[in-house]
């Protein structure tokens, strides 16, 4: 979500006249995307913000303006200003759409300029392919913010409440980038199948038990090569998603599911809304798919309270699960949370032992899902050159593993079929067939 706001700043920087540079010593303007979802990712703005005033210091050139966007921009606000006299403005999660008046005032001479305002109605989504991460791949964000309020989280506080775009502007902005030559999307948002748009236009004559397996279906008709989404909400991953992945292939064979824990006790204090038993239902229908649909997952170790036979329970359902991968993290409290004000009774080692152990689990079971992709023939999109293999092209499968494979250059965004031969640490590895 992260990087397709900052593509969206850029893409509008760029059309309003500003020329974009990834070198830093060549700008006069730096603007810092924040995440704020865990303390040490709050704790690198502050590192980042310290070494832009060093380096113009050390070159003896004034600072440039510095500006702060995303969710530690929103969360904080104006208090950043003491807390940096390095930073010259402020704009929030929604506020991104007035970026160049934001550096038009603090160029002006306007100190401490922040605006944490809604997002305009007319706010274009788009993105050019100058500014995108990818030549062949294009994240479309489908819906923001969250209304969950999971109890550790502060992405309710930090994006507002769910707001689904219109499923015609979607589809419409699907078949741009097909004509465009992009062949693979992403559609995202905080959490996917909790879309709801207020009409149904767009979705008229797609049939599904929800909104988002009828945009699914909508989306599958662009004819777009690839359509991947993430994240996935437990509670609200109905069956018919699955059927819709049955039905279309350009529909990938990848879901992220984030579990959180295995223990429904710990469940019900993190305020998930589902228990393990519902999430193992919604694990067994993906896994039944005549599709080998590949799982993946987040999963916190450490919550407050969180016992050794909280812990096992997460170890049983990693054991049943074979994720993929997972991204497996430490409870960080986050003030303003409601868990913050529980007490962190897990001590910084036992969640680095959970953390150490869990990893080890899915990285386990991680060879062997892997392992069972040699001799496979996979589809891949070839993406770019391998940084470490020159020779090698990489690239992603529709189940959003990484693939490498000798190729050359004219094959980039191009899909192609590839045999796996080996599989080694996050990579799998094979042969154009
Ligand atoms: N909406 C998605 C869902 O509910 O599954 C997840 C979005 S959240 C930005 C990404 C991940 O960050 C979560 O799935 C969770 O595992 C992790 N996370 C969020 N708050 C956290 C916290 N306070 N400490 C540690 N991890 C956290
Ligand atoms: Fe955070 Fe929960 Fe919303 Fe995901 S669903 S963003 S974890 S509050």
Request: proline letters at 3%; charged letters at 25%; glycine letters at 8%.
């Amino acid at each position: 979500m992260n990087v397709s706001d900052s593509e969206r700043v850029a893409t509008q920087l760029a059309a309003e006249g500003y020329e974009i540079t990834a070198r830093e010593s060549a700008a006069d303007v730096v603007l810092l995307n924040t995440c704020s979802v865990r303390e040490k990712a709050e704790h690198k703005l502050f590192t980042r913000v310290g070494q832009v005033g060093k380096a113009a210091a050390e070159r003896g050139v004034k600072k440039p303006l510095l500006g702060i966007l995303g969710c530690v921009a929103q969360l904080e606000g104006e208090t950043l200003f003491a807390r940096s006299q390095a930073i010259d403005f402020v704009l929030g999660t929604r506020a991104v759409g007035r970026v160049s008046q934001a550096i038009e005032k603090a160029s002006g001479g306007q100190k401490f300029y922040a605006d944490l305002g809604e997002r305009e109605e007319t706010y274009d989504w788009a993105v050019t392919g100058a500014q995108r991460h990818s030549p062949y791949v294009a994240f479309v964000p489908i819906i923001e913010g969250c209304n969950k309020f999971c109890t550790y989280c502060i992405v309710p506080f930090s994006r507002g409440r769910e707001k689904s775009l219109p499923a015609s502007e979607i589809v419409r902005h699907v078949a741009r980038l097909r004509r465009e030559g992009i062949k693979e999307v992403h559609l995202i948002g905080q959490n996917v199948n909790s879309y709801r748009p207020r009409t149904d236009d767009g979705l008229g004559e797609f049939r599904g038990a929800t909104q988002f397996s009828r945009l699914l279906r909508a989306v599958a008709a662009t004819g777009i090569e690839r359509i991947k989404f993430t994240t996935s909400f437990p509670r609200d991953f109905h069956p018919d998603i699955v059927e819709a992945l049955n039905e279309h292939e350009n529909l990938c064979n990848w879901v992220h599911l984030p579990v959180q824990s295995g223990s429904n006790r710990i469940l019900k204090l993190m305020r998930r809304g589902h228990t393990i038993e519902n999430y193992l239902e919604r694990i067994d229908k993906i896994k039944s798919s005549p599709r080998r649909i590949a799982l993946t997952t987040d999963i916190i170790v450490g919550f407050p309270g969180e016992t050794d036979e909280d812990f096992q329970a997460t170890l049983d359902l990693a054991e049943y699960c074979k994720f993929n991968s997972a991204y497996v993290f430490k409870y960080s409290p986050r003030p303003g949370t409601p868990a913050h004000e529980m007490s962190d009774d897990v001590s910084p080692q036992s969640k680095t032992e959970r953390f150490l152990r869990l990893d080890k689990l899915i990285r386990f079971h991680q060879r062997e899902v892997f392992d069972d992709y040699i001799n496979r023939t996979l589809e891949v999109l070839a993406e770019k050159i391998s940084g470490k293999h020159s020779g090698q092209i990489s690239g992603h499968s529709t189940c959003q593993m990484v693939v490498n494979f000798e190729g050359v250059r004219d094959l980039l965004g191009k899909i192609v079929k590839v045999k796996i031969l080996e599989s080694k640490a996050n990579t799998l590895y094979g042969k154009i067939c």
